[in-house]
Structures are given as structure tokens and as C-alpha cells.
């Protein structure tokens, strides 16, 4: 099935923008992650590598610290885009949801151990985004039924977590 361009584009624009992985962008575009990857490699075969203007997005912002500091606020962008996505869902279920808040509190983790030696402090926050995903999983496996008020209270919970750790 082809899709407009527009909708490329804006998984383009998820993926280098908002910083969402390649999968998360594509389920949010509702196109399959295979087309999603097909269009990221054939951009770059054009010239336009995805990779490199998502990274020169990040480094934008100057120095080491700010970049590090840039990319745990990519996180947060990319978290905040990713869960106003999942509230206007309505044809999403709610394992799909975990899933989706799985995968960004793998990406938030995976940020944080790049940072590590960058900026020493996000140590508190990746044992607090496990304590998270634990939580998430523990829901998940034992309250299925609860996972959309989880959802809700993560949302507002998130500037808590910005304000603590975020910078």
C-alpha cells in the first residue's frame, strides 16, 4: 500500500525531531516499521541520512555538557510527543500502550548509560527510570486493567522527573 509523502515525512520528523526511535514514530504513523526503515534507507541513499540530521539536531546546542544535557532532553521531548501520541490513540489496546511506554523508558535508559561519564549525576535517574520500568512491568503482568491510569499518572509525573533530574 503507498502511503503520501506527507506521512513519511512526518515519521521522518518524529524520528529526527522528536527524537522518537524508528519503531515508536512508525506505530504513531500507524505505517509498518519495515516501510518506515525502507524510507530511512532509501532517503539516505538520496542524500538525506536520517542518522546524521538527528544527530546534528542534538549537537545543535554547543559543548559536551550541554550535548549531554541535550540528550537527556531529547528524551523528555521525545516521551512527552510519544504519550500526547498514545492519550489521541483511541485505537491502540492497552498492552500496545505498555509496550510504546517500555521501549521509551528503554531508550531513556540507554540515553543515560551514553551519559554516564558525561555527566556523573544521571546515575540517580537511571535508577529511577528502572524503578519505573519495574514498576511498568510489574502492571503490566499482574494489573493489565490498571495500565491506562499508570499511563495518566506517569504523564504528570513527568515533570517531576524533569524537574529532579532534567536539569
Known sequence: MAHPQEKRDLVRRKYIFEN???EVAAMFCQVPFATARSWKYQAREQGDDWDKARSANLFASGGIETMGQTLLAGFL???QSAFD???KAEDVNP???AKVLASLTDSYLKVVNANKK???ETQAAAVALQVVEELLNHISENYPNQ???FALILQTF???IER???G
Open 20 to 22: 522518537q526511535s524508528l
Open 77 to 79: 521531548v521525545q516521551y
Open 85 to 87: 501520541d498514545l492519550e
Open 95 to 97: 498492552l500496545e500502550k
Open 118 to 120: 558525561l555527566l556523573p
Open 147 to 149: 495500565l491506562q491510569d
Open 158 to 160: 513527568e515533570t517531576v
Open 164 to 166: 529532579k533530574f532534567g
